[in-house]
Nanobody
Framework: QLQLVESGGGSVQDGGNLTLSCEAS????????MAWFRQAPGKERESVAH??????????IYSDSVKGRFTISRDNAINGVQLQMNNLKPEDTAVYYC????????????????WGQGTQVTVSS
């Protein structure tokens, strides 16, 4: 079992920056693929950023809407990942969720089984 807890959400102005943290209950660096999802009111949940592998095989994937503005990274100090969000826009307003799925040899092999409870991000105009 893996437990995930998000933190760092809040309210910021258009163009502001915010960093989200996802603390895991155990080491995930070489054992789990990690990701951030978000869900805005009245909309379906969407993928924001993924991180797979570790060390020299590490790979990140971003949605087109956030690429160049958001950065996902592993953070062993909290056993999980962070999401650095720069130049936030009102359309980024959503509940952000951290998720994890098993990884072996740097490759994900199952669905996202583990989810955090979410943290609210609100960006005003």
């Amino acid at each position: 079992q893996l437990q995930l807890v998000e933190s760092g959400g809040g309210s910021v102005q258009d163009g502001g920056n915010l960093t989200l943290s996802c603390e895991a209950s155990k080491y995930t660096y070489s054992s789990y693929c990690m990701a951030w999802f978000r869900q805005a009111p009245g909309k379906e949940r969407e993928s924001v950023a993924h991180i797979e592998g570790y060390d020299l095989t590490i790979r990140t994937i971003y949605s087109d809407s956030v690429k160049g503005r958001f950065t996902i990274s592993r953070d062993n100090a909290i056993n999980g990942v962070q999401l650095q969000m720069n130049n936030l826009k009102p359309e980024d307003t959503a509940v952000y969720y951290c998720a994890a799925r098993p990884m072996s040899g740097g490759t994900c092999y199952d669905v996202y089984k583990y989810w955090g409870q979410g943290t609210q991000v609100t960006v005003s105009s």
